[in-house]
């Protein structure tokens, strides 16, 4: 599962960001989309289990990002394929004011979508990164915990050995005497 969420995390960015190179086509972008909930349910069923927890984090992290870019960008190309069919009908009609207002509007949607995008993807992108440092943090206390049990059980062992010790001294001792 990890492995696959890895893979589908990897696709999905690269259709995310295929989608985002050509915003007047969705298809790519719906595609990224899908594979990138697939790669999020995968990386999550992936780290349950826990083999592969590094491949299964970072396809989190992928799928994550590519989620919200191909969100960001149907939104942002929703608004935008509606200005550049104005354009066109502007054009074709010869009506300037109608160009206008589209070319307006296509700049206008621009500028205010792509700062929308920047900030929706860092704050995600500090969540993963955030998840996996509690992850990791996690992973290390669980290993301190093991490695301290097994110091007091060597020290428990440690102890039992010297009483035996000690007390085969004693009883060699004895039959000694």
């Not at 592969?52 to 992290?61: D, P, S």
């Not at 943090?137 to 490695?147: E, G, I, K, L, R």
């Given at each position: 599962?990890?492995?696959?969420a890895l893979?589908?995390?990897?696709l999905s960015?690269?259709g995310?960001?295929?989608?985002?190179?050509n915003?007047l086509s969705?298809?790519?972008?719906?595609?990224?989309?899908i594979?990138?909930?697939i790669?999020?349910?995968?990386?999550?069923?992936?780290?349950k289990?826990?083999?592969?927890?590094?491949?299964?984090?970072a396809?989190?992290?992928?799928a994550?990002?590519?989620?919200?870019?191909s969100i960001?960008m149907?939104?942002?190309?929703g608004?935008?394929?509606?200005?550049?069919?104005d354009?066109?009908d502007?054009v074709?009609?010869?009506?300037?004011e109608q160009i206008e207002?589209a070319a307006?509007n296509?700049?206008?949607?621009?500028?205010?979508?792509?700062?929308?995008?920047v900030?929706?993807a860092?704050?995600?992108?500090?969540?993963?990164?955030?998840?996996?440092?509690?992850?990791?943090?996690?992973?290390?206390?669980t290993?301190?915990?093991?490695?301290?049990?097994?110091?007091?059980?060597a020290?428990?062992a440690?102890?039992?050995?010297?009483?035996?010790a000690?007390?085969?001294?004693d009883a060699?001792?004895?039959a000694?005497?």
């Amino acid at each position: 599962m990890s492995i696959a969420a890895l893979v589908l995390g990897i696709l999905s960015i690269i259709g995310s960001i295929v989608g985002a190179a050509n915003p007047l086509s969705n298809t790519i972008t719906i595609v990224a989309l899908i594979v990138g909930v697939i790669a999020i349910v995968l990386a999550a069923i992936g780290m349950k289990k826990g083999a592969g927890h590094g491949k299964a984090v970072a396809g989190l992290v992928l799928a994550i990002i590519a989620v919200v870019v191909s969100i960001v960008m149907l939104i942002a190309c929703g608004g935008a394929k509606q200005n550049v069919s104005d354009l066109v009908d502007g054009v074709v009609n010869g009506n300037t004011e109608q160009i206008e207002q589209a070319a307006s509007n296509l700049a206008g949607d621009a500028g205010e979508e792509v700062q929308s995008a920047v900030d929706d993807a860092i704050a995600e992108i500090e969540s993963a990164v955030n998840d996996a440092a509690n992850a990791a943090a996690d992973a290390v206390d669980t290993a301190a915990d093991a490695a301290a049990d097994a110091v007091d059980a060597a020290e428990d062992a440690v102890d039992a050995a010297a009483d035996a010790a000690a007390d085969a001294v004693d009883a060699a001792a004895d039959a000694a005497n």
